[in-house]
């Protein structure tokens, strides 16, 4: 139902960085939205966070025309934004079509599932987010260099109740926040770093699930704000401390709503179709690393000590591999794919999580023998290597059929253009340059 009664709405797209663009518009002109689609130009998804314009074939180069294409209207997204007046608050999540839709997202996301539902299939999708919450404001940040600063907790505090307690003002918000948001949120706890947290969505269908984690990233950093605070989604903010990611939980239904994954029989109690999914994952998820690691600082999480996977490898309730198997019943039953980086767009992630684990069910791909012990030891983990940095990771992508197919060519161009762009714009320059891009928006 629109809501029409109101002053004003918000239509907003998820942009590649997982940012919310759009416009508020009259609540009288909402039905003739959802009807015809507002306009909105393409350059939106080659914006950097603090809107550096990336170099984008045929959307930002010298044949462009900077055109607006048009965008569809998910009425069943509306949810309302907690910090708005009940009137302005109507808040409805939009796509690109037309060419557009080739490189945007959301639509990426949804066709992926529509061939997902053709081969008969329903996933469920948990997301855990991790982020830094830090006792700093934009003008702090600014007038520090982005140097020196505070983190909301002083020191690593893995599920420490004492500052859990210390800080439940800023957790009572989050759970207020979520609940006009429609995000269900499902846990939230310290992580092992000063300031550092994680919120956990539980599962639920996958296009859902992409649209609360963008929901919750976006809206996270807005009640920090207004609590003179800031939350910082970079991978590798510092050094010195832990690396961020963005953890995936996927599992599959059939049409009957039964678990596909599950076979009480079996080794592990893991079907063929669930071994299958993971040798996917592992074959062609190699060359999309860029979805899962799509900046130049995503790039330094993967450094030793940091419990970022070192390499595309499994195991059973381990860790410290990149594809963690998870569940000990026939729903609870999934894998956790540990690869993907705080500052990716979850609607990608999660296209290129099922791309990869679909083709593996249809191709009936084996994955690699299980990796037992510590993957962080050298010649441990079992499975083919990580990229060697992002340049690499964008030749693989250029080369991957499986984003092609699954995804589209568009999309390959478009996104290894402009990370390619990014690349090139960071070279020779240091963590403090990354942190006043991304810090407050990345």
């Known amino acids: ?51 550096d314009i990336l170099d984008m ?23 309302h934004i907690p910090f708005e007046r009940d009137e302005d608050s109507p808040l409805y999540l939009a796509e690109f079509t037309g060419e557009a839709a080739a490189f945007c997202p959301r639509a990426l996301l949804r066709k992926v599932l529509g061939r997902v539902r053709d081969a008969g299939l329903r996933p469920k999708v948990g997301v855990e987010l991790e982020f830094t919450l830090f006792d ?24 420490l109740i004492i500052y859990q307690a210390a800080q439940s003002r800023f957790y009572a918000a989050v759970a207020d926040m979520c609940g006009p948001l429609n995000i269900g949120l499902g846990k939230m706890h310290e992580e092992i770093g000063g300031g550092f947290m994680e919120c956990c969505i539980s599962a639920t269908g996958a296009l859902e699930a992409a649209d609360q984690s963008a929901l919750l990233k976006n809206f996270l950093r807005v009640l920090a704000m207004g609590q003179d605070k800031t939350v910082c989604f970079m991978p590798r903010w510092s050094e010195e401390a832990d690396s961020q990611s963005m953890h995936i939980h996927v599992s599959l239904a059939d049409a009957e709503g039964e678990p596909v994954f599950w076979n009480a029989q079996a080794p592990d109690r893991m079907s063929d179709s669930f071994r299958q999914f993971i040798g996917g994952m592992q074959t062609y998820l190699p060359a999309l690393m860029l979805i899962f690691a799509p900046t130049v600082n995503a790039w330094r999480r993967f450094a030793p000590g940091t419990f970022a996977p070192p390499a595309f490898s499994w195991g059973v309730e381990n860790r410290t591999t990149a594809f963690r198997v998870v569940g000990h019943g026939a729903r609870s039953l999934r894998v956790e794919n540990r690869l993907p980086c705080s500052d ?46 992002m340049n690499a990771a964008i030749e693989a992508l250029r080369g991957s059929s499986l984003a092609a197919d699954w995804l589209s060519p568009r999309f390959v161009e478009t996104f290894s253009a402009t990370r390619a762009d990014q690349a090139r714009k960071f070279e020779g320059k240091t963590l403090i340059d990354e942190r006043r891009r991304f810090f407050e928006l990345g």
């Open 1 to 51: 139902m629109s809501e029409t009664h109101s002053r004003f709405a918000t239509i907003a797209i998820v942009d590649t960085n997982g940012l919310l663009r759009g416009q508020k518009t009259r609540g009288a002109d909402i039905s003739g939205l959802l009807e015809q689609g507002p306009g909105m130009s393409p350059v939106q998804l080659a914006l950097d966070p603090t809107d």
């Open 57 to 79: 074939p045929g959307v930002t180069d010298d044949t462009a025309d900077f055109h607006d294409a048009t965008l569809a209207v998910d009425a069943a997204s509306l949810r």
């Open 136 to 159: 700093e404001t934009p003008a702090s940040l600014v007038a520090k260099g982005y140097d020196g600063l505070t983190t909301a907790t002083a020191h690593p505090s893995h599920d």
């Open 344 to 389: 990716a767009n979850p609607h990608l992630v999660i296209a290129a999580t099922l791309a990869a684990g679909l083709a593996g069910i249809e191709e009936g791909l084996e994955p690699s023998a299980p990796t037992r012990g510590n993957g962080y030891v050298p010649g441990v983990a079992q499975g083919p290597a990580l990229p060697d940095g």
